[in-house]
């Protein structure tokens, strides 16, 4: 079956505040950018506002909340976005009596109805679950499925529309190690077919953490730094913080979101808001230089016809 090729999405957006129940500030004055090709950790202590920027960015939330979104330096139409991404809970519900391939059957008579040929969705199914690594797995029951699996399962089912953007809140939540680091690889896989990956993750280990380019830091409702993750000590050495040797840089980022390494949030919050404002509307270039890095590079997301997203 040929996939139309999805136009790859920049998402931006600037000075987002949102206040919850009795006007309490939930989100500050939020900055960021998530870019096609990469994959975008949200990072921040609990509480901090990380799945309340995740809800707010899908559109899933709308009350409340002021600031600028843009897709693709445009002002963000909600309903457009809502056909364009996907959103994939912490909690997910499948039968158990099922399995795999007629979980995802299903899921694709849904998604796609009775203009799509039986054949054709079958097809559909078998190439999905190969590029997550479900192929022998299709005929197995959802029952006897591990975390992990049923959480490539759950991936699997929003795959079947194709969509640019994807949004996962805590996808490593509740598995071991071994399957954390399989499911943040698939996501790095379908990160690098030209998605937009969007990840809310706590405390990542340093294994997972080399998966993530871009993050997202949030410390009490404000950005304290976005950029690519290769530049986040840099930057905070910039002002004077300092992370040690061979230090997880996880855990410096959230032990400084946190206060822990001096009171340095207001300094940074000011210093990635006036980063934003320099690099605004410069989406283009960064799609371009991600389709130059990948024209040399193949691989097997990107060799799929229904599934890449150059």
Known sequence: MEYHRAQALTLEFTDLVFKGQNKKIILNGVNGRFRPGYLCAILGPSGAGKTSLLNILAGFKVAGVTGSILVNGKPRNVTKLRQQSCYITQEFAMLNVLTVRETMEIAACLKLGNTVEKKKKAAVVEEIATVLGLKGSLDQRVAKLSGGEKKRVSIAMELITNPPIMFFDEPTSGLDSCSSLQVMTHLQSLARGGRTIIVVIHQPSSRILELIDDILLISGGQSIYNGPL??????????GVQCPQYYNRADFALEVACHERGDHVDKLAKLTAKTHRERRGDFYMDKI????????????????????MV
């Open 289 to 308: 230089t991600f389709i130059t890095s990948c024209s040399d590079v193949t691989t097997s997301t990107e060799r799929s016809s229904m599934l890449a």
């Open 230 to 239: 290769s530049e986040l000590v840099s930057t905070f050495n910039s002002i």
